[in-house]
């Protein structure tokens, strides 16, 4: 293609210029859209320690993607690494490569309502979530995918699904937001220690209060050993159902 080449013009010049531009730019655009239509717009950022870097695609909702860099990523590329600190151990290996990729519409088919998800090293948000949430649970909802992405270091996913599911809430509601209370149990007499997400983090973050400051490093462990119920014996000296006793009569 010719290069288009614009001097600088007076700006009374420059309008009279326009319906040759025009022209010119339509032939150019056209010309472009065939010949690349998979242009990416990628932002890459690393962490304050220079170990690990988060790339944004916000090629989906560019709209977003000033405000990702802005408000969002601070947070995530400051907390990659604290993640890492609360829940692995050593000898596990955290991902040196994080995607976040905006993506407009149903993100899962046919499970609407879904506003994030972490999958092969990387996290796909949904960008109307985004959007609607700048000021509510938008980076808390990456948090919690971001956890997922770290426990992933420990190579393998041998731990039940509610105890995967109560880590990731524990660093967001826990660690990342305790202001906001959100795992806090408003009925107790229902609360199961393996009801996943909020309430599994209100029951390990019991445990790590009360009986075991390691408990989460420990749970995130058997991802790649192994879980059974002695876990609780061995780390705490008391079964699951004596801690879950305990914990629901602490929550009246
Ligand atoms: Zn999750």
């Known amino acids: 293609m ?9 700006l009374k010049n420059r309008w009279r210029l326009l ?3 025009a022209l010119l730019l339509g032939a150019r655009a056209n010309a472009e859209t065939s010949a690349a239509p998979d242009a990416k717009l990628l932002d890459t950022f690393t962490t304050k320690d ?6 944004v695609d916000s090629t989906a909702s560019p709209d977003l993607r000033e405000w990702f860099a802005k408000n969002a990523i601070p947070k995530v ?6 993640i ?5 151990s050593p000898g596990d290996k955290p991902p040196s490569k994080m995607t976040l990729t905006l993506k407009n519409g149903v993100i899962i ?4 309502g879904v506003p994030a998800y972490a999958s092969g090293g990387g996290i796909v948000v949904s960008s109307d979530f985004m959007r609607s949430q700048k000021d509510g649970e938008a980076v808390g909802c990456i948090i919690h995918e971001m956890t997922h992405i770290v426990q992933s270091g420990t190579g393998a996913s ?3 699904g509610w105890s995967v599911e109560g880590v990731a809430d524990w660093v967001r509601w826990y660690q990342f937001e305790p202001r906001k209370k959100g795992a806090e149990i408003s009925d107790p007499s229902k609360a199961k220690y393996d009801a996943s997400y909020r309430v599994s983090a209100n029951f390990l973050n019991w445990v790590m209060k009360s009986h075991d400051k390691q408990i989460i490093k420990e749970l995130t462990h058997t991802m790649s050993t192994g879980y059974s119920d002695d876990f609780w014996i061995k780390t705490t000296g008391k079964s699951i159902s004596e801690l879950e006793a305990k914990w629901k009569k602490s929550l009246k």
């Not at 088919?109 to 609407?112: F, V």
């Open 77 to 82: 590329v400051d907390w990659y690494p604290k």
């Open 19 to 21: 319906p040759v531009l």
């Open 2 to 10: 010719i290069p288009i080449m614009i001097p600088a013009l007076s």
């Open 158 to 160: 041998k731990a039940p």
């Open 50 to 55: 220079g170990k690990y870097t988060i790339t």
């Open 84 to 88: 890492i600190d609360l829940i692995l």
């Open 109 to 112: 088919p046919g499970n609407p």
